[in-house]
Nanobody, 123 residues
Framework: QVQLVESGGGLVQAGGSLRLSCAASGRTSSTYIMGWFRQAPGKEREFVARINWYGGLIYYTDSVRGRFTISGDHAKNTVYLQMNSLTPEDTAVYYC????????????????WGQGTQVTVSS
């Protein structure tokens, strides 16, 4: 089992920044892909970014590329999402997820999830 706990969400004005953290524990040695997803009220869960935990390969969805940065600290078993130039469209619950199978942007391919952290961007 892998346990994930997100933190760092909050309220920020448009143009501001937040850094989300996801602390992992359990069978992390079997986890190869860490991803961030978000879900706004009334919308489907959306892929944001993913990182190959051991190789460092990174991919972002187009809407956040250039504004968000995913990174990891292996010593702390923690993955981060640095979010800059935030807009109200970024408002959502952000989830950290882990996959031990395939590289994917589909949330259905991620077996482990955190509880989510709310990000609200005001205009």
């Amino acid at each position: 089992q892998v346990q994930l706990v997100e933190s760092g969400g909050g309220l920020v004005q448009a143009g501001g920044s937040l850094r989300l953290s996801c602390a992992a524990s359990g069978r992390t040695s079997s986890t190869y892909i860490m991803g961030w997803f978000r879900q706004a009220p009334g919308k489907e869960r959306e892929f944001v970014a993913r990182i190959n935990w051991y190789g460092g390969l990174i991919y972002y969805t187009d809407s956040v590329r250039g504004r968000f940065t995913i990174s990891g600290d292996h010593a702390k078993n923690t993955v981060y999402l640095q979010m800059n130039s935030l807009t109200p469209e970024d408002t959502a619950v952000y989830y950290c997820a882990a996959s031990n199978s395939a590289y994917s942007s589909d949330y259905r391919n991620y077996a482990y999830w955190g509880q989510g952290t709310q990000v609200t961007v005001s205009s």
